[in-house]
């Protein structure tokens, strides 16, 4: 990462042999044909890949690629919601929700998966593997299966998410489900990967890395370039906001930005390894056993830890935690509006508010928060809130679900006394 060590695009390797970091992928941009023109030009485009709402910014992820490699759905292209009412009880002046859970196979995971998969087709390999706490899974399954390779996924024992186990199996991956945490297993799935031959698509692979970046360029770009003030994202294993801080980077340095927003990255209480660090000036990280019911970001071990501080520095970021508490009652904040998200992605929400009751985002600030996944991931903890049955959490946004016989009466008598939701 910073060793300057370089090695060819074609050599599979993840781990710096001189200083032990994380791989990027670097780019020799070809600065006089990138400009906000050409990707403006592409928009509405029906043509493959640049109708993908990564492949069109192709000279920024890797320009190099023969377009007849890429794999692609198209991903990308998800809606930036303006939301006076979540703004307003953030207490910010101006907030967006990028909504990457509108994503194919239902999160942000599909845009970094179009850019493993094309290099995974690059490369020739025959099988890609990851561990996953479930969205990495789903999108794994689904571009393995576009791109007819062989997909290996590793479940953890517990809280798997169903729906994305669902997708998983029903797109054709070898699904394993071992009796370890996500954490053991992205171990495992490395060691598995290095003696076995299998690509890595975990984020600990640089190539998918690029492909979250452009989270980022389509934002700026649907903002028509305005920089925001604040960028608020959930972190679990550190892949986003790493892909958000060397974006950034680089789109600065290109010029297309004339300045940086701040990036907020926000973690359940329950898996806070790089709050903790954070608290302590950001001098290394110290693994924690995690417990939330976020299941996406339950994750004590985040393998882009240094990465994550890279992009806090560029950015003048900041990192904050909220309780299972805070997250469940954002997202049903952000449900009730009609855009809906599973429990990690609330996190951006719960996160914006809380920096602006501390003084740290201003009132008059324009934030966008990144939702990361699709509503129906999790819908126990959904239905559980809003029956009032989750365990030390209190539903103060519920909205119960009523039983009836199957009269006029009956029915007529619920809608005439239930309390009206807000
Ligand atoms: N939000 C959702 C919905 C996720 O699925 C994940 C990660 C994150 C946030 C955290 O993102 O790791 O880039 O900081 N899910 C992974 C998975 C771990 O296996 O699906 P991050």
């Not at 598995?192 to 770009?221: H, M």
């Not at 950001?282 to 882009?304: D, R």
Request: charged residues 20%.
């Amino acid at each position: 990462m910073d060793c300057g060590q370089q090695y060819p695009v074609d050599r599979i390797i993840y781990v710096c042999e001189t200083c032990g970091g994380l791989l990027d992928v670097c780019h020799d941009f070809d600065a006089a044909r990138i400009s906000r023109e050409l990707f403006d030009q592409r928009l509405g485009s029906l043509q493959t890949p640049y109708r993908s709402g990564v492949w069109r910014y192709k000279e920024l992820v890797y320009p190099a690629v023969p377009d007849d490699q890429i794999v692609s759905r198209p991903e990308g292209n998800t809606n930036l919601y303006h939301s006076p009412t979540l703004a307003k009880w953030a207490g910010v002046k101006t907030l967006y929700l990028k909504h990457e859970g509108e994503n194919p196979t239902g999160s942000f995971k599909d845009r970094g998966m179009t850019g493993g998969l094309t290099q995974a087709r690059v490369l020739g390999v025959q099988r890609v593997a990851c561990a996953s706490t479930g969205n990495t899974s789903a999108s794994l399954a689904a571009y393995a299966a576009f791109a007819g390779i062989e997909g290996i996924v590793f479940f953890q024992n517990r809280q798997i998410a169903l729906g994305k186990l669902a997708q998983a199996v029903a797109y054709g991956a070898t699904c394993i489900q071992v009796n370890a945490d996500f954490d053991r297993n992205m171990t495992l799935v490395r060691e598995v990967a290095d003696t076995l031959g299998i690509y890595v698509l975990n984020s600990v692979n640089p190539f998918r890395l690029e492909g979250q970046k452009t989270i980022i360029i389509e934002t700026l770009q649907q903002l028509r370039w305005q920089v925001p003030d604040w960028i608020v994202v959930p972190g679990g294993n550190l892949g986003n906001s790493s892909a958000f801080g060397k974006a950034l980077h680089e789109l600065h340095e290109l010029g297309l930005i004339d300045r940086l927003p701040r990036l907020a990255i926000v973690q359940a209480e329950g898996a806070n390894p790089l709050y903790r660090s954070y608290e302590h000036g950001l001098n290394g990280l110290e693994p924690v056993h995690a417990e939330t019911i976020a299941t996406a970001i339950k994750i004590g071990n985040p393998v882009n830890y240094a990465k994550a501080v890279r992009a806090l520095r560029w950015t003048d970021g900041v990192v904050e935690q909220v309780s299972d508490q805070e997250i469940m009652d954002a997202k049903a904040l952000i449900d009730r509006q009609g855009i809906g998200c599973e429990p990690a992605s609330a996190c951006s929400l719960a996160g914006t508010a809380k920096l602006v009751s501390k003084g740290i985002i201003r009132q008059g600030e324009t934030v966008v928060g990144i939702l990361t996944g699709h509503i129906l991931k999790d819908p126990e903890a959904t239905i559980q809130y809003h029956s009032g049955t989750l365990a030390d959490i209190e539903s103060a946004y519920s909205n119960a679900l009523h039983q009836a016989e199957p009269s006029l009466e009956a029915i007529s008598q619920i809608l005439e006394t239930r309390q009206a939701v807000s």
